[in-house]
């Protein structure tokens, strides 16, 4: 089994984010892999181990902290790493990433895609599904656990609306895995160490036989114009004292001040 | 002018609030309105799809809908927005709306925003806000596109009083089955249970109820409000609580009415969660508690003693 | 008596002991090498006072009398030993002396009253301790076969010494010496039986028997004596007992460094390191000799057991028994070893590439069959550990007990990848954002806003250099401590500023659990930014920054001088810069962390801070001061759940409770948290109040 993993860089947020004229200010700001994809690097390492799958990654950006993370999938047992680095790239929308993998997908010949479900920084949670659209192939989102019947089909659970939906996919298909579907493994130090050595086929969109005019297809779809930071909560009451008597008095500020009861 | 395909939010054979909060807005915004719906036996439905505010109603009743699979949906709704000639097509936020939508968007070859708060239409360009980063920030987006696909967040959008529409029915053709993903079984939730995501109000539990009797303390008032019952991080993790429930950075991003805190002391990661809701409450022993820095309404006190109260308390206010 | 049995007595005695001797030096010299032979003048003296003078069985008010025992027989060994040397002489040579302990000199006739008394003290200590192990039977000792062995040999020694001087009493003084014998009879000192008493009462017991029996036994308790002797020293390398010849040896070689020799930095780009499996302690041949030292002479005297906060709350820490398991797997492999050590050498000393492949493929072959960790020492008991140094505190042979454990952390976090997984969360948190708990780093200096403190950022001119620490920086509990510092520091008009935002985790728990990555990434990020801003001088208010600050970062070019808070304060307060008040009303007593005690050496400027604001004036709890009761979060055990026994915390609360007091200070946030935890699982969280000693400094400051 091939499986393409994916991988975005993504602000770590755990930090505060400050916005200023519409933009976020960038001073202090670290990137980390997208906590998603770090269960999607998980299940491919898992697959590799216990089923034999050959593992790749695709992460799309340049620079230091994208490296970085790519190496971190090294660590953790992926053995394979494209890297589409092309400043064309800097404003894509999900759309555009999902026609940038679609042309890596091409490139090899891939069993199964996965992905993280949505990705911190946008939350959009597109990507993925947006891809197997343009692949043509079967697609779930959501799911938190996989089990593989046989070379052709694999098992998962998705989680719905009604309950943990069991479907089977025949592939090549595309998987999107929500953080409950595993823990993934901290990168050991042996593994880091290797990692330092594994090359990283770095492509720009025409090494990948592409061209910017056409991942794009005729210009994003949407622009993030401004960034606002949202509206911080005023400091509330605080009651203490003889237990009924404050809740009584609590449970009715709710029912007639914030009318919420 | 604009024309807002809505799609309806029908869980376990119930039309779900969404529809008519989205369709009120549609209206609001002065658009035609038409609704979706896929199912099977959805029949009785119908009314209830009127009555939310649609014009038209397109309705997909067929066995091979009767389990959600996102293929055939997606499928239903491009056929409606096709017919209905739609420029806004807004799902209610659920797991089948996030699914459903960016299928959606690639083959009608359009815009998708995923867990808008609003949308603004200025002389035909469409302009949407949603929260980004965890919460972190806001973004407002100029959609390039004429057309946009949306997934509204849970109680972004009222619902108007009185209300009403046209009944305009059209039936679609059902869809092919999607053979390379089949849905064998929904292994469902235990009983009816509230969706977070949807929910009004939402109960949640943390470190301070303990153990299981803690919990079942908690979830009885969460019952009697019929709230959505979640959980932080360390609850899940101590295995008491699936992780389906847990509200937070790595969970579920909520922003009902209210909110209930129940013994949380309020770590970060939990806040990031919960911090869009609207009206917060906090039960907690420790007066030093972060959780009281974004509460509007704090109660020091054991949870033991205090949920009783506040349970009998709830019960006399709505009598 | 007969110089030809006597000379084949010694030699086959001899030549065994030699053959036994040799074989366990040579399998030491076959373990890891350490540099032991520095300071020659200090080491002399810890031999003088802790092997020779036995401090820690003597000076230790706990089970002082059983060390008084012990110490009576070891003394009583060194003085006989001169005795024996005098009758192997005999056996050659009737009336052999040794040279001015002869009978014309005064120091003879000590010796031999010497001698007589301490041969009575010596038999009457092995009565008594042959009494304590079968009838008293203290829990922390392990009763052997071996133990009953020697005790009984010992006093076969002092019997058959005595009995031997009574036969001669007798033989001389009653039976007109028919046989000759040579005394003592100077006519300035008198006859040498006036000297010693106890030969002639053990005389008087076989007094009746006759001039014949008297010979007899006088040559028969001469080679029971000699043989028993010899026995004895051949039995002594075998088991527990080994201790009477590595004891001296162990002490004196001992690390110097406190708390422990500095720890080996391991190159974790040395691929012949990953190869050979040599990055911490991963197969037994990779104990440094030290430590090969250290497991011979283990007394399995127990005492570590008694006050280790593991073994006492019933984890499956038991650390003689981790010796004892180590020393067998040692001698086990003993062979393979040694032979291994020959390898090596004649590996580094080939050129061959072939010769070379064959002999590191029969190298790899000869490591043990058996998983050092999970065959020999089991998971639980190598995690359990605190890293409190109970142990090596009372250890009367000075035996490096964490250490070892550290490395062999080492082995299973590094090369097996097998450490407990809980601890992920921490290490990641480190790795993103330089502390445990995963918070977002620019928050590390939230808890200054609004207190008027600055960061070095602003203005690295200052005197001091404040460590908050990440527990000062994120836990609210301890923010509080940060703050209460800080205005004490402001208060008394010290120049001093944060890293802020730039301070990261010092890697201490990084590095006690074996993961030297995370730790030497955490000092080498900490030291440049201290050393960017030329930082001299540190006070740091946790004592595992403190010791990680001060004894760990030397090693990777951080040198600094860095004080505990409470060692600040006294100093502020003795320079008048400060004034407390006695204003604390209620008991007070004091939990001594083990990081500032035992690691450091802090004991008496926090006690002399805390009488000082104390009205009720400070209660010393049972366990205190170098023998204090760990709050159970070293060695990384914070970021760890503790499912086996009782916890740490509580066993500790409950014995502050115990104390009747409403004050409890620390000097540790861990030690704050552990202990305020443990009082509100107690209940007692209202009536007994955990400060740290800077919140009850500030409380109390004129």
């Known amino acids: ?261 | 002018m604009a024309k807002v395909l809505v799609i309806a939010d029908i869980k376990q054979g119930v039309l779900k609030g969404s529809t008519s909060q989205l369709l009120s807005k549609a209206r609001a915004i002065g658009a035609e309105t038409a609704v979706v719906a896929m199912g099977h036996h959805i029949e009785s439905l119908i009314p209830g799809l009127v009555n939310a505010g649609s014009d038209v109603q397109y309705v997909a009743d067929d066995p091979g809908l009767e389990l959600f699979s996102a293929g055939p949906y997606a499928s239903c709704v491009v056929d409606a927005a096709r017919q209905f000639g739609a420029n806004l097509i807004w799902f209610g936020f659920s797991e089948s709306g996030k699914a459903v939508a960016p299928r959606v968007a690639a083959q009608l070859d359009v815009a998708c925003a995923t867990d808008i708060t609003d949308v603004m239409l200025q002389a035909d360009q469409i302009e949407v806000i949603r929260p980004a980063i965890t919460n972190k920030v806001l973004q407002r987006i100029k959609i390039h596109t004429g057309q946009l696909v949306a997934v509204v967040r849970a109680g972004a959008f009222e619902a108007t009083e009185g209300i009403s529409g046209t009944e305009n029915i059209v039936r679609l053709s059902p869809p092919a089955t999607d053979l390379k993903a089949v849905i064998r079984q929904i292994l469902s939730e235990a009983g009816g249970e509230i969706d977070l995501a949807d929910a009004n109000i939402v109960v949640s539990v943390g470190r301070g109820a303990k153990d299981q009797a803690g919990i079942d303390l908690v979830k009885e008032l969460a019952n009697d409000l019929k709230a959505g019952f979640g959980s932080t991080r360390a609850m899940v993790d101590a295995g008491f609580i699936p992780h389906y429930k847990q509200v937070g950075q790595t969970g579920k991003i909520v922003a009902p009415t209210l909110y209930m805190a129940i013994g949380i002391s309020g770590a970060i990661q939990h806040l990031a969660g919960m911090k869009g809701s609207k009206v917060i409450l906090a039960v907690n022993k420790d007066p030093e508690a972060p959780i009281f820095n974004v509460a509007d309404y704090g109660i020091v006190g054991d949870l033991f003693e205090v949920v009783p109260i506040l349970r009998e308390e709830i019960r006399k206010i709505r009598s | 008596m007969n110089p030809l049995l006597m000379s084949i007595v010694i030699v086959v005695a001899l030549t065994v002991f030699s053959r036994t001797m040799v074989r366990k030096i040579r399998l030491l010299t076959s373990l890891e090498p350490t540099d032991r032979a520095d300071h020659l003048k200090q080491r002399l003296m810890n031999m003088a006072i802790l092997a020779i003078g036995q401090k820690r069985l003597v000076a230790r008010a706990k089970e002082r009398s059983s060390g008084l025992m012990h110490a009576f027989i070891f003394w009583g060994f060194c003085v006989l030993l001169i005795r024996s040397i005098t009758l192997y002489g005999e056996g050659f040579h009737v009336g052999f002396q040794l040279p001015f302990l002869g009978g014309d000199h005064l120091a003879g006739y000590l010796y031999i009253a010497l001698k007589d008394i301490m041969e009575g003290l010596v038999l009457l200590m092995i009565l008594w301790a042959i009494f304590r192990r079968a009838v008293l039977k203290p829990e922390r000792l392990h009763n052997t076969f071996e133990a009953y062995l020697v005790l009984a040999m010992i006093g076969i020694l002092m019997v058959s010494d005595l009995l031997l001087d009574g036969a001669r009493y007798n033989l001389i003084q009653l039976y007109n010496n028919p046989g000759n014998i040579h005394y003592f009879n100077n006519p300035q000192y008198g006859c040498e039986f006036i000297w010693t008493p106890i030969s002639v009462a053990a005389a008087a017991l076989i007094s009746g028997l006759g001039a014949e029996a008297n010979t007899a036994i006088l040559v028969m308790m001469f080679w029971l004596h000699i043989c028993t002797q010899l026995t004895f020293l051949n039995i002594l390398p075998l088991g527990k007992h080994f201790h009477v010849i590595t004891a001296l040896p162990n002490v004196f070689l001992k690390s110097l460094g406190y708390p422990h020799e500095k720890a080996k930095l391991l190159d974790l780009e040395d691929a012949s390191a990953w190869e050979e499996e040599s990055l911490g302690i991963n197969h037994i041949h990779q104990l440094n000799w030290k430590q090969g030292l250290d497991l011979y002479t283990c007394t399995e005297c127990g005492r570590c057991k008694e006050v280790c906060p593991a073994y006492t709350t019933d984890k499956p820490l038991n650390l003689h028994e981790f010796n004892d398991k180590l020393k067998l797997e040692l001698l086990e492999n003993a062979d393979s070893i040694i032979r291994k050590a020959k390898l090596s050498s004649a590996i580094r000393q080939s050129e061959d590439p072939g010769q070379i492949e064959k002999l590191k493929a029969e190298r790899a072959g000869l490591s043990s069959k058996k998983r050092l960790i999970g065959d020999v020492i089991a998971e639980d008991t190598l995690w359990a550990c605190t890293t409190c140094r109970a142990c090596e505190e009372v250890c009367p042979v000075t035996i490096e007990h964490v250490p070892r454990i550290i490395a062999m952390r080492q082995g299973q976090t590094l090369m097996a990848e097998a450490y407990p997984k809980e601890l992920n969360t921490a290490l990641k948190g480190l790795e993103y954002n330089g502390n445990p708990w995963g918070i977002g780093y620019d928050k590390r200096a939230d808890w200054a806003e609004g207190l008027d403190i600055k960061t070095m950022a602003d203005d690295p001119d200052v005197d001091y250099l404040l460590w908050v620490g990440c527990a000062g920086s994120f836990d609210d509990r301890s923010k509080k401590v940060s703050t209460s510092l800080a205005k004490i520091l402001q208060k008394a008009g010290i120049r001093f500023a944060i890293l802020g935002v730039e301070e990261k985790c010092t890697g201490d728990f990084a590095r006690k659990v074996g993961n030297e990555m995370l730790y030497q990434m955490m000092a080498r990020e900490n030291i440049e930014i201290l050393n960017n801003y030329n930082v001299k001088k540190i006070i740091a208010a946790c004592p595992h920054c403190l010791n990680t600050l001060k004894h760990d970062y030397p090693q990777l070019g951080g040198d600094y001088e860095v004080i505990h808070h409470a060692e600040f304060i006294d100093q502020l307060v003795k320079a008048g810069k400060i004034k407390l008040k006695q204003s604390l009303e209620g008991p007070l007593t004091y939990h001594d962390p083990c990081y500032l005690g035992r690691y450091n050496n802090i004991y008496d400027e926090p006690r002399s801070i805390l009488r000082s604001v104390s009205r009720g004036g400070l209660m010393e709890l049972d366990r205190h001061g170098r023998e204090s009761f760990c709050c159970g979060a070293g060695g990384g055990r914070m970021w760890m759940e503790e499912t086996i026994g009782k916890r740490i915390n509580l066993a500790r609360s409950e014995e502050i409770v115990g104390l009747n007091v409403s004050n409890v200070a620390v000097g540790c946030p861990f030690c704050l948290t552990m202990i305020e935890d443990g009082m509100k699982e107690l209940g007692k969280e209202e009536t007994i109040k955990t400060l740290d000693i800077a919140e009850l400094v500030e409380k109390n400051m004129a």
């Open chain 1, 1 to 261: 089994m091939k499986i393409l993993t994916t991988v975005k860089k993504v602000v770590d947020v755990e930090l505060n984010m400050h916005v200023r004229d519409g933009a976020i200010v960038q001073e202090g700001l670290q990137y980390v892999m997208n906590a998603w994809d770090e269960n999607a690097v998980e299940v491919s390492v898992q697959l590799k181990e216990n089923h034999n799958a050959e593992t790749t990654l695709v992460s799309i950006g340049g620079g230091e902290d994208n490296t970085k993370i790519i190496r971190r999938a090294f660590a953790m047992g992926i053995k394979n790493a494209v890297q589409i680095d092309d400043p064309a790239l800097a404003e894509a929308d999900s759309f555009v990433y999902a026609r940038v993998l679609q042309k890596v997908y091409e490139k090899g010949n891939y069993d199964l895609v996965i992905t993280g479900k949505q990705a911190q920084d946008t939350d959009n949670g597109q990507t993925g599904i947006i891809l197997a659209e343009y692949l043509g192939l079967p697609c779930v989102s959501n799911v938190i656990a996989i089990e593989v019947m046989d070379d052709q089909h694999i098992k998962v659970s998705r989680l719905g609306d009604s309950g943990t939906e069991i479907v089977e996919l025949t592939l090549p298909a595309v998987v999107t895995v929500d953080v409950a579907i595993n823990v993934p493994r901290l990168p050991q130090t042996r593994g880091i160490m290797m990692a330092k050595k594994m090359p990283i086929d770095v492509m720009d969109l025409a090494a990948l036989g592409t061209s910017h005019d056409e991942v794009g297809g005729g210009g994003p779809k949407s622009k993030i114009v401004e960034f606002i930071a949202p509206e911080t909560r005023k400091t509330g009451r605080k009651f203490e004292g003889d237990a009924a008597e404050i809740t009584a008095q609590v449970v009715g500020l709710l029912a007639n001040e914030a009318k919420v009861l």
